[in-house]
């Protein structure tokens, strides 16, 4: 899956970036006394996927 590539990528990208992605992917965080909770944006996570695939398919063309 195109999101598990990204870990090694995270620390390259530009701090604006790194923001917009999460705004994406992250629609709520609860913290507890006890736990933390975080609510995914499907839709964000889609597009963000979608994104990766097409800038992968970008690069074999360009190869």
Do not use: H, N, Y
């Not at 970036?17 to 889609?46: N, P, Y």
């Amino acid at each position: 899956m195109a999101l598990q590539q990204f870990d090694p990528l995270w620390d390259e990208l530009f701090p604006a970036e790194q923001t917009r992605i999460i705004a994406l992917s992250v629609k709520r965080v609860d913290i507890g006394t006890d736990a933390i909770s975080v609510r995914m944006r499907i839709d964000g996570l889609a597009e963000l996927a979608q994104e990766l695939m097409q800038s992968a398919e970008d690069k074999d063309a360009a190869a």
